[in-house]
């Protein structure tokens, strides 16, 4: 058995599967495409971060308007209502309303959790051009 092992070549065994960068285009398609609920009004800060497909926090939200709950679309907009991306929120309009502005320990105190309300993965960009499925 050893001398069969030994004549085999080394060669790489397997299929190598190349690591995508960013949101999948079908993702992003999705978000794109669901109905938006409500809008997210931010402050300058948020806005360049949300620019720069930044996850978003409570902290640079000045205004929500809509109802919706959590893992419904939203609009993002900055603070004249131009909509700059859209996304699926963590958190509803009700919940948003009592963090809106807040730092995350406020957060945990408040509503007894934290965390993002859209993150990286659920943004995209209004200026997102995605490309057509290749069938």
């Excluded at 992003?28 to 997210?40: A, D, E, N, Q, V």
């Excluded at 948003?96 to 960009?125: C, F, P």
């Amino acid at each position: 058995m050893e001398q069969f092992l030994s004549d085999v070549p080394e060669v790489p065994f397997g299929t190598m599967f190349a690591k995508k960068i960013g949101i999948p285009r079908e993702r992003k398609r999705w978000i794109k495409s669901l109905h938006r609920r409500g809008t997210l009004l931010l402050d300058g800060g948020a806005i360049e971060a949300v620019s720069q497909r930044k996850t978003l926090f409570a902290a640079g939200i000045l205004n929500i308007r809509g109802n919706f709950t959590g893992m419904e679309a939203v609009n993002i907009a900055d603070k004249s209502g131009k909509v700059v991306a859209c996304g699926l929120v963590n958190f509803s309009n009700e919940e948003l309303d009592k963090i809106k502005g807040q730092q995350s320990d406020e957060i945990m105190r408040v509503l007894g959790q934290s965390g993002a309300v859209v993150e990286r993965y659920n943004l995209v960009l209004d200026t997102d051009e995605i490309p057509p499925e290749v069938h």
